[in-house]
């Protein structure tokens, strides 16, 4: 708690300082959980190497005395703290925020000012060279340019401070303030230059992030239209073609009841007629009863229904065993179930001349199973090459990453269809 006040009111003062200075947009750059976490994993990495390469130059051939000794191992104490409490947060998957980079980039400015102060200021052949990958990083987390320039001036105002004032100073006979003054100039150029790029990447991310929402809009849009187009269609059909077939199919029967057994060739015509009758009103049955898939209906309920159907139609009993809790499921798992399901009763109704149907669902935390089974007459040997029905629904279940399993003689004595997918 005591951690989010302080950060709370660092973000205050910031903002206070940015409206102060008219920097608009000030904030760090949009960076997506992922993209920040690899951003601090880097920083750490670089951050240990700098490290490890100012303790050889520290303990190897040191050309100071203990007083300057200690104050460098002090400074240096200082940022492998900061650095190895970041590196914990990234090792124990701990929340990684922009605050941490900040907060480390300004104890890298604080500290190479202060190592240069105390290592005769300008006339240090390398410490300088640390604030160009410091300031690079500022540049790369905030988009305001002004902000950056305050920055990178502040910086420019306290480096050229102490070259005037620590150690021996600039010496102008060999010309140092020209040195001093492109030292500056290339400190200008990384935030800028760095400062471009940042907001180059930042506008292509939020232009590609804009794409991205308006083609999700479109392909939701799309998806949404097409759903109602599917829904009216199996209104329009129940309304109409089902309606038809159902009333075409009671003249066939009426007219088979009044044929008798006199006109034996007349009856099995209409026999047969009447069953292709039934045989297409079931198959009215899959879109019409597919559009409950379509308004958000459990799989479960949507094939209890269907079952209804198929029994109403073909005068078939079926029955539905469900174990198991039904998870949320896509509007494209329960489709595709839904299909599978609706061809294997067809292929019973059609071919198995069975007299029962049961259709099992069971979910469970790995899979689900959907089995269609029957007690009619099995199936023959080339079932495989008949048609392309059993093809179309083993397609179907890989689709879903799953598979199909067809058993010739199953639990009821007939066929046995069953679609295994792993849980969503």
């Known amino acids: ?34 993209g920040l976490r690899y951003v601090t994993t880097i920083a750490v990495a ?12 520290l303990v190897y051939r040191p050309y100071y005395g203990l007083p300057r000794f200690a104050v460098y191992a002090l400074l240096l104490l200082a940022l492998i703290g900061l650095n190895g409490y970041i590196h914990y947060r990234l090792r124990t998957n701990r929340p990684i925020a922009w605050p941490w980079l900040m907060a480390i980039c300004t104890l890298d400015l604080v500290l190479i000012s202060a190592g240069i102060a105390i290592s005769n200021g300008f006339s240090h052949p390398f410490f300088h060279l640390f604030y160009y990958p410091a300031l690079a990083a500022f540049a790369s987390m905030f988009s305001s340019f002004r902000l950056n320039m305050v920055l990178v001036t502040l910086v ?29 100039a290339v400190m200008y150029l990384v935030v800028m230059v760095v400062n471009f790029a940042t907001n ?18 479109e392909r939701l849009e799309l998806a949404q239209a097409l759903q109602r187009e599917r829904i009216e269609l199996s209104q329009n059909i129940h309304d109409t073609a089902a309606q038809s077939a159902y009333m075409i199919g009671l003249g066939i029967d009426t007219a088979r009841e009044l044929a008798g057994e006199e006109q034996p060739e007349l009856a099995a015509t209409l026999e047969a007629t009447s069953r292709l009758s039934r045989s297409t009103i079931w198959e009215l049955r899959h879109p019409i009863n597919m559009g409950s898939i379509y308004e958000g209906r459990e799989l479960g309920r949507a094939l209890r229904s269907h079952a209804t159907s198929f029994t109403n139609v ?55 199973s959907l089995s269609i089974s029957d007690n009619g007459i099995g199936l023959p040997a080339d ?29 009821l004595g007939g066929a046995s269809v069953t679609c295994v997918i792993p849980s969503e």
């Open 1 to 34: 708690m005591f951690h989010g006040i302080h950060s709370a009111q660092g973000m205050q003062l910031i903002s206070k300082a940015a409206r102060a200075l008219k920097a608009s947009n000030w904030t760090p750059s949009q960076i997506e959980p992922e």
């Open 46 to 57: 670089g951050h240990w190497f700098v490290i490890a390469v100012c303790l050889v130059e």
């Open 156 to 184: 420019a105002v306290i480096y050229t401070a102490i070259s005037l004032t620590a150690g021996e100073g600039l010496d102008l006979e060999t010309r140092d303030e020209k040195d001093l003054l492109a030292r500056i």
């Open 200 to 217: 180059f990447e930042r506008l292509r991310w939020r232009q590609a992030q804009e794409r991205e929402r308006a083609l999700e809009q």
């Open 314 to 368: 073909t005068t078939v009993p079926a029955e539905i065993e469900q174990t198991g809790v039904e998870p949320p499921l896509s509007t494209e798992t329960r489709s595709v179930l839904f299909s599978i399901a609706h061809n294997a009763l067809t292929n019973a109704y059609r071919h198995a001349e069975a007299t029962r149907v049961c259709i099992g669902l069971d979910f469970s935390p790995e899979n689900i």
């Open 383 to 411: 079932y495989a090459e008949r048609g392309h029905g059993f093809n179309n629904m083993s397609i179907a279940a890989e689709r879903l990453g799953g598979y199909l399993v067809v058993e010739e003689q199953g639990r």
